[in-house]
């Protein structure tokens, strides 16, 4: 069959807001759409006020179509109602917008993907950032997973929503993987999956940190300091594991060969909704005060949270600690551009690929991240001249000691260090090379033609079980 030269290209994604996969989802719609295709977003969720500029500013065409479903019922159930939210939207796709398009790009939930190939007889690419399964049973090691304490009414929810997030998954024409750390991960627990995921690292739109940044806007004066700056860039999510960088920097402070005047930002996405981000912030708070360190709390003028109020929070006029709550795109350049930002900070242990190094190599920034996961992909851990960053075991201790020799780095080696971190982000991790990737899997998959093989069994089942779901929904 031949495939269209410009492809109709609908994303489905659960929540547009500000974060790793919101990001890959944005920027492959951009690169899609720089090449000539015909590119929509339609998500359950979709605040103007947090989420990235472009899908706010008319680059990209967002549907947002909100459920009549709560994201949690009194802070629980948040996997079921996210089920029944994508059924929501599936529907809406099935009944008004199948013949827009020659294919879908999913990612985060596999939910509509039978669905939108048995009912609507459409090609299905599904982007794997990681399986949920794993990240609700417990934290996730590789190798094993380190359970939780959770009681049989947990374990018996969980059952049939794990059972669906596999059988969901194979059903995708093409299935690919943010890291080989996914894809392998992936496969050994996933074992009904006969193919392993294709990885597609996740690209950066290296003009968007090259653009110059008006260093006259409020929002970007209220960040920008001469003093020395170790900077993290992570939603406030426990999983994400700030804690670290509060403890190594509590460690490395006072140190001779240390600036005296270094202090910590961290930046990220926040979301008063979410209980994960409210206890988070309210930990790391917690965690500065019991070293006696000094913080601020701001946001960007435009942005519609309430800052959070805690007692000596804002005393300061230069605090240690810079809570940054859901940067713009703007803050997060002048950070990282920045000549006074010493090192990038990447916490998380066991992430499943990791945008933060790539961002800071990009920039020229040495980076600091834990030795597991997809970070190994990326940072290149060796003696010069090979090395671009520094991977190490998450112990504040050997974090402190680390940051104390990228401090002591002189300009040479700094200057070789910044010509190796973006010579590789821009080798590897291009917007040109994700989207050149995921453009020839959306072909493939239109090339493949119309849905109509007959149905297996367990397919039947599953679109009968779905397709009941559906209609239900339809009377809401």
């Given at each position: 069959?031949?495939?269209?030269?410009?492809?109709?290209?609908?994303?489905?994604?659960?929540?547009?807001?500000?974060?790793?996969?919101?990001?890959?989802?944005?920027?492959?719609?951009?690169?899609?759409?720089?090449?000539?295709?015909?590119?929509?977003?339609?998500?359950?969720?979709?605040?103007?006020?947090?989420?990235f500029?472009?899908?706010?500013?008319?680059?990209?065409?967002?549907?947002?179509?909100v459920?009549?479903?709560?994201?949690?019922?009194?802070?629980?159930?948040?996997?079921?109602?996210?089920?029944?939210?994508?059924?929501?939207?599936?529907?809406?796709?099935?009944?008004?917008?199948?013949?827009?398009?020659?294919?879908?790009?999913?990612?985060?939930?596999?939910?509509c993907?039978?669905?939108?190939?048995?009912?609507?007889?459409?090609?299905?690419?599904?982007?794997?950032?990681?399986?949920?399964?794993?990240?609700?049973?417990?934290?996730?090691?590789?190798?094993?997973?380190?359970?939780?304490?959770?009681?049989?009414?947990?374990?018996?929810?969980?059952?049939?929503?794990?059972?669906?997030?596999?059988?969901?998954?194979?059903?995708?024409?093409?299935?690919?993987?943010?890291?080989?750390?996914?894809?392998?991960?992936?496969?050994?627990?996933?074992t009904?999956?006969?193919?392993?995921?294709?990885?597609?690292?996740?690209?950066?739109n290296?003009?968007?940190?090259?653009?110059?940044?008006?260093?006259?806007?409020?929002?970007?004066?209220?960040?920008?300091?001469?003093?020395?700056?170790?900077?993290?860039?992570?939603?406030?999510?426990?999983?994400?594991?700030?804690?670290?960088?509060?403890?190594?920097?509590?460690?490395?402070?006072?140190?001779?060969?240390?600036?005296?005047?270094?202090r910590?930002?961290?930046?990220?996405?926040?979301?008063?909704?979410?209980?994960?981000?409210?206890?988070?912030?309210e930990?790391?708070?917690?965690?500065?005060?019991?070293?006696?360190?000094?913080?601020?709390?701001?946001a960007?003028?435009?942005?519609?949270?309430?800052?959070?109020?805690?007692?000596a929070?804002?005393?300061?006029?230069?605090?240690?600690?810079l809570?940054?709550?859901?940067?713009?795109?703007?803050?997060?350049?002048?950070?990282?551009?920045?000549?006074?930002?010493?090192?990038?900070?990447?916490?998380?242990?066991?992430?499943?690929?990791?945008?933060?190094?790539?961002?800071?190599?990009?920039?020229?920034?040495?980076?600091?991240?834990?030795?597991?996961?997809?970070?190994?992909?990326?940072?290149?851990?060796?003696?010069?001249?090979?090395?671009?960053?520094?991977?190490?075991?998450?112990?504040?201790?050997?974090?402190?000691?680390?940051?104390?020799?990228?401090?002591?780095?002189?300009?040479?080696e700094?200057?070789?260090?910044?010509?190796?971190?973006?010579?590789?982000?821009?080798a590897?991790?291009?917007?040109?090379?994700?989207?050149?990737?995921?453009?020839?899997?959306?072909?493939?998959?239109?090339?493949?033609?119309?849905?109509?093989?007959?149905?297996?069994?367990?397919?039947?089942?599953?679109?009968?079980?779905?397709?009941?779901?559906?209609?239900?929904?339809?009377?809401?």
């Amino acid at each position: 069959m031949s495939t269209p030269s410009k492809l109709r290209v609908a994303f489905v994604h659960p929540d547009l807001g500000i974060g790793g996969a919101e990001r890959l989802v944005v920027d492959a719609a951009l690169g899609l759409q720089d090449l000539g295709h015909c590119v929509d977003i339609y998500t359950s969720h979709h605040n103007e006020k947090h989420c990235f500029d472009e899908t706010r500013d008319g680059t990209l065409r967002v549907h947002h179509v909100v459920p009549p479903f709560p994201r949690p019922w009194k802070g629980k159930f948040h996997v079921l109602f996210a089920h029944a939210r994508q059924l929501h939207l599936t529907k809406f796709l099935l009944r008004s917008r199948m013949d827009q398009h020659d294919v879908f790009f999913v990612d985060q939930l596999s939910t509509c993907i039978p669905l939108l190939r048995r009912l609507g007889g459409k090609r299905v690419v599904f982007y794997c950032h990681f399986p949920d399964k794993l990240l609700a049973n417990g934290a996730f090691v590789e190798g094993s997973v380190q359970k939780r304490n959770t009681g049989i009414l947990k374990r018996i929810y969980r059952y049939p929503m794990d059972w669906l997030e596999e059988v969901t998954t194979r059903q995708a024409d093409i299935i690919l993987a943010n890291s080989r750390f996914t894809a392998r991960v992936t496969m050994a627990y996933f074992t009904s999956l006969k193919t392993p995921p294709k990885v597609v690292y996740p690209g950066i739109n290296i003009q968007a940190y090259e653009t110059s940044v008006d260093m006259m806007d409020p929002d970007i004066i209220q960040i920008t300091s001469p003093r020395p700056t170790l900077l993290s860039l992570n939603r406030f999510e426990m999983k994400k594991n700030a804690a670290l960088a509060v403890e190594a920097f509590s460690r490395l402070r006072g140190r001779p060969t240390v600036p005296n005047n270094i202090r910590l930002v961290l930046a990220g996405g926040y979301d008063p909704r979410l209980e994960d981000n409210i206890r988070t912030l309210e930990n790391l708070v917690g965690l500065a005060r019991t070293h006696n360190l000094t913080f601020k709390l701001i946001a960007p003028s435009k942005s519609s949270i309430s800052i959070p109020s805690f007692p000596a929070a804002n005393l300061h006029a230069q605090p240690d600690i810079l809570f940054l709550l859901n940067f713009t795109t703007g803050q997060r350049s002048a950070l990282l551009q920045a000549p006074s930002t010493v090192a990038l900070l990447y916490t998380p242990a066991n992430e499943h690929f990791g945008i933060g190094p790539v961002e800071g190599m990009l920039c020229g920034v040495p980076v600091l991240a834990c030795d597991s996961g997809g970070p190994t992909e990326s940072i290149v851990d060796s003696p010069s001249p090979e090395r671009t960053g520094w991977l190490r075991t998450p112990d504040p201790a050997v974090w402190a000691g680390t940051l104390e020799d990228i401090c002591q780095l002189s300009e040479v080696e700094r200057v070789a260090l910044r010509r190796r971190c973006k010579d590789r982000a821009r080798a590897m991790f291009g917007m040109e090379a994700m989207t050149k990737a995921l453009e020839e899997s959306l072909r493939e998959a239109v090339h493949m033609g119309a849905v109509h093989a007959p149905v297996k069994v367990i397919g039947f089942i599953l679109a009968f079980v779905l397709g009941l779901m559906v209609a239900i929904l339809c009377r809401v």
